[in-house]
């Protein structure tokens, strides 16, 4: 694929947000995702939602809660909510078989739970993210800070390299206070499997594998968006 710059990566970024936001409609429970092209979403819903929308939405984020609020956005406690008519959200990586890899802004946790709970879990993204297999981005594993060492040595008995996630020479700390372990295995031949080996390992909260959780991948290609389902 070939590489786009800045300006044309965020209009596609745009034009997914709008395509997917479509579908949202009055009365509608929503998910709401979080990193650079969730926000164009948000920004999306938001703007119907002071022309008159009615919904209510939980959000993946802190950061995404207060962008949702100052829109006038009614926010709701994810911890108990059973159902969710549609969620939008971005990724670090797709395959055409709806497997992601996901974290890149350090909110997996909740996104996991966000499109586990969603009728419709719609991804949206620009072309970069389109790849033939996963792996190229590392997948962000979330541990609890005590387990630490333990997931990050298990991480290495699965073959990956893990690298502590920093802000400011700081360990990155999340919105469920934990920490990420960017974990590099490579270009990943069964996902699926991967996915399977991580959920067992005890003090891992959550990882960036989103495996079987899409509904369909909103991808804009130029003036086009192409749907993955
Ligand atoms: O998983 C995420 C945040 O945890 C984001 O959806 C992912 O990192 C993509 O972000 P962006 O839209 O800024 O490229």
């Not at 590489?3 to 947000?17: M, S, V, Y």
């Not at 509608?28 to 938001?46: M, P, Q, R």
């Not at 100052?70 to 797709?94: K, M, N, Q, T």
Request: net charge negative.
């Amino acid at each position: 694929m070939k590489p786009i710059d800045k300006n044309e990566q965020d209009a596609e970024k745009l034009a997914a947000a709008r395509a997917a936001v479509a579908f949202v409609k009055d009365g509608d429970f929503v998910g709401l995702g979080t990193g650079s092209t969730a926000t164009f979403a948000i920004k999306e819903i938001g703007e119907r939602v002071k022309a008159g929308l009615k919904i209510k939405a939980v959000a993946s984020s802190l950061k995404t809660a207060e962008l949702a609020q100052s829109y006038g956005i009614e926010i709701l406690d994810l911890g108990h909510v059973s159902s969710l008519d549609i969620s939008i959200d971005g990724a670090d990586e797709f395959t055409e078989d709806l497997n992601l890899i996901k974290g890149g802004g350090g909110a997996l946790f909740r996104e996991k739970i966000i499109a586990s709970l969603s009728k419709n879990a719609i991804v949206i993204t620009d072309t970069s993210k389109k790849v033939k297999q996963l792996g190229a981005f590392t997948v962000p594993v979330e541990v609890i800070p005590l387990a630490y060492q333990y997931v990050f040595d298990q991480i290495a008995l699965l073959g990956g390299k893990g690298k502590l996630r920093e802000t400011n020479g700081k360990a990155f700390i999340t919105d469920n206070g934990n920490y990420i372990i960017d974990a590099d295995f490579g270009l990943i031949a069964a996902p699926a499997v991967l996915a399977q080996s991580l959920n067992q390992i005890d003090g891992l909260l959550a990882h960036g594998l989103f495996i079987g959780l899409t509904s369909k991948v909103m991808m804009s290609q130029g003036n086009h968006i192409i749907i993955f389902d």
